[in-house]
């Protein structure tokens, strides 16, 4: 269940970090982000590996070179990616188009793929050297917005690791891009979608307006610490792997009229309701879920295709600690959950936009809150750069970077014996994990009609 595999140890070289510009010349200009790319809580920096195989049909190839020129005729197209943020008037996000470059690292390593294990998932060993982090580099202002790493593994193989600015592009504009790479790579003369800027059309409306609620932006005061202020050298960060046989097991907890919901919906209400209980909240503490929800789809009048921007919306789930947890059924918090979600439309990300702008641009609630963000449908698996599809796709770290306490990644992922799952990154206080452990245990090995109950006792909320 949770991540054990022994990591290998191994020695990385790398070359001079470089600034890889447009091939050809760009437009030198001024482009504003939307107001749902600009808000605070998209101030941070993504972290993305992909692990390719060895392919003897691309023997006398090298990576670095094909993805290095691929890189610079991709940024023709995507030539923003090339320039730097700068804030105007109210904190907006403006991208000066300078063409001055993404950063570009080359690198070796003396390990192999196989060196990695058959369960090739976050936390990987040695991160800060697959993903250099070149000083300087990693300010939201003023800074590259892209850098990329290619590693060169002994086997022939190689590790491609990428830093995304996030309010540039979300999961979804990131693989547009990082498709368009692989297509030039291949030969391909241009991207088959090509990149549209557009922000302006999630832009707040004039005069703004809300008209959803939003209670992911409350503010709350945490005025007990916990999970939030705890040094992070004091917290365990685990993966735990949900394959089939979990999943069915945290099922048998679902009632029946909700037994159509989706996998991510019963791991989530699942996880969520250990967390809380691992915290140990007073009974009458508020707790939130947020998921991220893709909104692309959710438009009456569609985004324009190659859209690259960030369109999703984080919707809240709040309820009291003692109400989430008083029953090991999930049905209460799987209710919750499925109500959020589908709370998100076209409608509910514009009210987000004027919210951005009327209030400031507030941050998300962390206080008492889990975040998951879902990339099981994102598409990094097909990246091909040449090499065929990656053996691991996905985000480099199992929790998210800006706010690792409350923030988990839903990565797809296969376990040591081939079987395909996702794994969750969970990151808690050394005491509560171990708390967490066995709530979980509970779902994963016994029975609803068992008559066993968990360790939750409503004396410690």
């Known amino acids: 269940?949770?991540?054990?595999?022994?990591?290998?140890?191994?020695?990385?070289?790398?070359?001079?970090?470089?600034?890889?510009?447009?091939?050809?010349?760009?437009?030198?200009?001024?482009?504003?982000?939307?107001?749902?790319?600009?808000?605070?809580?998209?101030?941070?920096?993504?972290?993305?590996?992909?692990?390719?195989?060895?392919?003897?049909?691309?023997?006398?190839?090298?990576?670095?070179?094909?993805?290095?020129?691929?890189?610079?005729?991709?940024?023709?197209?995507?030539?923003?990616?090339?320039?730097?943020?700068?804030?105007?008037?109210?904190?907006?996000?403006?991208?000066?188009?300078?063409?001055?470059?993404?950063?570009?690292?080359?690198?070796?390593?003396?390990?192999?793929?196989?060196?990695?294990?058959?369960?090739?998932?976050?936390?990987?060993?040695?991160?800060?050297?697959?993903?250099?982090?070149?000083?300087?580099?990693?300010?939201?202002?003023?800074?590259?917005?892209?850098?990329?790493?290619?590693?060169?593994?002994?086997?022939?193989?190689?590790?491609?690791?990428?830093?995304?600015?996030?309010?540039?592009?979300?999961?979804?504009?990131?693989?547009?891009?990082?498709?368009?790479?692989?297509?030039?790579?291949?030969?391909?003369?241009?991207?088959?979608?090509?990149?549209?800027?557009?922000?302006?059309?999630?832009?707040?409306?004039?005069?703004?307006?809300?008209?959803?609620?939003?209670?992911?932006?409350?503010?709350?005061?945490?005025?007990?610490?916990?999970?939030?202020?705890?040094?992070?050298?004091?917290?365990?960060?685990?993966?735990?792997?949900?394959?089939?046989?979990?999943?069915?097991?945290?099922?048998?907890?679902?009632p029946h009229h909700l037994s159509q919901s989706t996998t991510f919906e019963v791991i989530i209400a699942c996880l969520w309701r250990c967390r809380t209980i691992a915290l140990q909240f007073d009974s009458n503490e508020e707790v939130r879920m947020m998921s991220v929800v893709n909104a692309r789809s959710k438009f009456n009048h569609p985004l324009p295709s190659g859209y690259y921007g960030n369109v999703f919306a984080y919707p809240a789930a709040v309820t009291t600690a003692g109400k989430l947890c008083e029953n090991t059924n999930l049905g209460y918090a799987l209710e919750l959950v499925r109500k959020a979600k589908k709370e998100v439309n076209e409608e509910y990300l514009r009210s987000v936009a004027d919210l951005m702008v009327i209030r400031g641009r507030p941050v998300l609630t962390v206080v008492g809150s889990f975040l998951v963000s879902d990339v099981t449908s994102a598409g990094l698996e097909k990246v091909d750069f040449g090499w065929g599809k990656p053996a691991y796709s996905g985000p480099a770290e199992c929790v998210v970077r800006s706010i690792p306490r409350t923030g988990s990644f839903y990565i797809p992922c296969k376990n040591s014996k081939g079987e395909e799952g996702i794994a969750v990154g969970i990151c808690l206080p050394v005491p509560a994990m171990e708390i967490f452990v066995k709530e979980l245990d509970f779902f994963l090995k016994n029975m609803p009609e068992s008559g066993k109950k968990s360790t939750f006792n409503a004396s410690k909320l």
């Open 1 to 254: 269940m949770a991540a054990t595999t022994q990591s290998p140890v191994f020695t990385v070289r790398m070359g001079k970090p470089e600034l890889i510009s447009p091939a050809k010349p760009t437009p030198y200009e001024f482009k504003q982000l939307s107001d749902i790319d600009d808000q605070d809580s998209l101030r941070f920096q993504v972290l993305v590996m992909q692990f390719y195989r060895h392919d003897p049909s691309m023997q006398g190839r090298d990576p670095v070179k094909v993805i290095r020129e691929a890189l610079a005729q991709t940024l023709v197209f995507y030539y923003p990616f090339a320039g730097r943020l700068r804030e105007g008037p109210g904190r907006k996000l403006i991208v000066e188009c300078t063409g001055e470059g993404v950063v570009f690292i080359e690198a070796d390593a003396d390990v192999t793929l196989e060196q990695f294990g058959d369960a090739l998932r976050p936390p990987f060993p040695c991160l800060e050297e697959l993903l250099f982090e070149l000083p300087g580099s990693g300010g939201i202002l003023h800074c590259p917005l892209l850098l990329i790493q290619v590693t060169r593994l002994k086997c022939g193989g190689f590790i491609f690791g990428l830093r995304l600015n996030h309010t540039m592009s979300d999961a979804a504009g990131l693989v547009q891009f990082m498709t368009a790479v692989g297509e030039l790579a291949r030969g391909a003369g241009a991207p088959s979608v090509l990149p549209v800027w557009q922000r302006h059309l999630l832009n707040a409306r004039d005069p703004t307006c809300l008209t959803c609620t939003h209670r992911e932006y409350d503010e709350v005061i945490d005025t007990k610490g916990g999970s939030t202020i705890t040094p992070l050298e004091d917290m365990a960060i685990r993966s735990f792997f949900f394959g089939r046989t979990e999943v069915s097991a945290i099922r048998r907890f679902v």
